[in-house]
């Protein structure tokens, strides 16, 4: 096999050169001559002459042995939290989890009226200082005491609904929160309040779950930077100099804060991995499937996912178990196998195998490549295996999936591009520009792509558990002056996806969680890989890499539980 995925270098805009940019792509003169360089530079040459003869797969669809889960398939939550009872918080991380909030409404050391105020005070605080958190985009106070008066009655009778009930969560704007407007992180297609809980947010409800509100994003997701030009770009709470990652930069960014444990992202190109890794936190993008996609934006309809960005791999787990499962009211989420919950309460790793592609591996910053290659080394010691697997074909795959991610986008938001079109920021103009560029040949081919791919990853996945990669090839980067109105930076971009974007086109799980930090204290991230279904194999080594690995409490800290 030989390693064809590629850097690519196009220019940088950010300021008057992003303006200038977006306005000459949306010229009639100018915009199909400059969109067609730029569409050029992505790459879009090796995916028109590459050879394929695959029939298309235009979404997903992965294969499991046995019955179909049902709706009444729930797993037991408190079973879920006593099995993974050595699940501990890492040492150094200065957040409290579910369990310490659950364990704290046991004892009646607070209850949560108390932490819902304290989360609402949380809230305020870290926007009214020097550098915004910048986390939330909406917060109904009425709403959150309502939902904390029912939890602390349930707590009072004796009858709570489990290890998430009165726990503060958090949504992120691209998924419906009933009473709260749904967004996309613009003001070009808000609307009023939602009637109804996404599909995974009316698990996190139906499980007691305290719902704060919706967290902030990149423009319609399109993005891997975080930023946001109309209400500003979420800061890094571990160092609000840094971006947080995007496009679920809120989400990212009020879990590390500690103003929740942990809290509903969406991943269409690495959108929960990346802020995930950019923050130190736990992110999960389960199987295709897995998590209803009800009242979720159709903004990537074959590449997008919702899952948990989480304090811990527990935490995360807990999340996920309470949003997985099978939704009437999306039909691409019934043709799944129950969830699997093997050998959780193992200490040891001995019966995994993990597969490295060493060439894509290796393709980071050095000091990304060497935090994950000492994570392996970790793991090893634990007792996992370790071969190496080939996955051909990976530059081919990243231009699908940018095809992909971005012909859907621009499909779904153009029917409100003739009202809206000036309300979008620059950076978000520039990508749906691009993505014009893009023929219905094109969009076809890359799906014929992701045959081939989701082809390669069953044999890559065969003989070994997951395959280990770093979360990103660089850390995030610092915010520069002059991106208010955001930043185009493709060959950063590019850096920052390198490990994600094959996943979102195969439809496999996939997780990203903490494994160091680079030399100017910036967390570095491993991902994980399994094969469909298994997520619980993904919890399993981002649960074994905690107990290697300390963790850092961030500049900005606004907890919401005053124990932690």
Not at 382 to 406: C, F, M, Q, S, Y
Request: hydrophobic share 45%; charged share 20%; aromatic share 6%.
């Amino acid at each position: 096999m030989a390693y064809d995925l590629k850097s690519v270098t196009m220019p940088r805009l950010a300021g008057r050169s992003l303006s200038l940019v977006a306005a000459l792509l949306e010229n009639g003169l100018t915009g199909r001559l400059l969109g067609g360089r730029l569409a050029a530079d992505t790459g879009i040459g090796v995916l028109r002459a590459f050879p394929v003869d695959e029939d298309p797969t235009f979404v997903p669809r992965l294969p499991f042995g046995g019955p179909a889960a049902t709706p009444a398939d729930r797993p037991d939550l408190a079973a879920l939290l006593e099995r993974t009872a050595g699940w501990t918080r890492p040492a150094g991380s200065p957040h409290a989890t579910i369990a310490e909030y659950h364990a704290a409404y046991r004892a009646g050391t607070t209850d949560p009226l108390a932490v819902a105020e304290r989360a609402l005070e949380a809230i305020a605080a870290s926007d009214r200082g020097a550098i915004p958190l910048r986390a939330f985009l909406s917060v109904n106070r009425d709403d959150v005491h309502a939902q904390a008066r029912a939890s602390a009655a349930r707590w009072a009778a004796g009858t709570p609904l489990g290890p998430l009930d009165g726990v503060p969560m958090c949504v992120k704007d691209e998924m419906d929160q009933a009473g709260h407007p749904t967004t996309l992180g613009t003001p070009a297609l808000a609307r009023g309040p939602a009637p109804d809980d996404a599909g995974g947010v009316t698990g996190l409800r139906r499980a007691g779950a305290l719902l704060l509100g919706k967290t902030n994003m990149q423009e319609i997701g399109m993005g891997v930077y975080g930023t946001n030009a109309h209400y500003g770009h979420a800061r890094n709470p571990i160092n609000p100099a840094y971006h947080t990652g995007g496009s679920s930069s809120g989400t990212a960014a009020a879990v590390q804060a500690g103003i929740v444990p942990v809290g509903v992202g969406a991943d269409g190109g690495g959108s929960i991995r990346i802020p995930a890794a950019f923050c130190g936190t736990v992110g999960l993008k389960p199987t295709f499937g897995r998590v209803s996609e009800f009242a979720a934006a159709t903004l990537c309809w074959s590449v997008g996912y919702a899952g948990p960005i989480a304090t811990t791999a527990r935490d995360a787990l807990l999340a996920f178990a309470a949003m997985a499962g099978p939704d009437p009211r999306d039909p691409g989420s019934l043709l799944q196998p129950p969830l699997r919950f093997d050998a959780l309460d193992r200490d040891d790793l001995g019966d995994l195998t993990l597969g490295i592609c060493r060439p894509w591996f290796a393709h980071a910053s050095r000091e990304i490549v060497e935090a994950c290659d000492a994570q392996v080394a970790a793991f090893r010691r634990r007792g996992a295996k370790v071969r190496d697997v080939e996955i051909p074909d990976l530059d081919a795959a990243r231009v699908a999936h940018v095809v992909t991610i971005t012909g859907e986008a621009l499909s779904s938001m153009r029917r409100r591009m003739g009202d809206h079109r000036a309300v979008f920021g620059p950076e978000t103009r520039i990508v749906l520009a691009i993505a014009s560029q893009f023929s219905a040949a094109d969009y076809v081919a890359a799906q014929r792509v992701r045959t081939r791919c989701m082809a390669h990853m069953a044999r890559a996945l065969d003989g070994v558990d997951a395959i280990v990669t770093p979360a990103t090839g660089v850390t995030a980067p610092l915010i520069a002056a002059g991106t208010e109105s955001g930043v185009s930076d493709v060959t950063v971009a590019t850096e920052i996806m390198r490990f994600a974007f094959l996943t979102n086109l195969t439809g496999h799980p996939s997780i990203s969680f903490p494994v160091g930090h680079a030399a100017n204290g910036m967390p570095i991230g491993l991902q994980a890989t399994a094969h469909a279904w298994r997520e619980d194999t993904c919890l399993r080594l981002a649960a074994a890499a905690e107990r290697d690995v300390p963790r850092r409490a961030g500049a900005l800290r606004f907890p919401s539980y005053a124990d932690a």
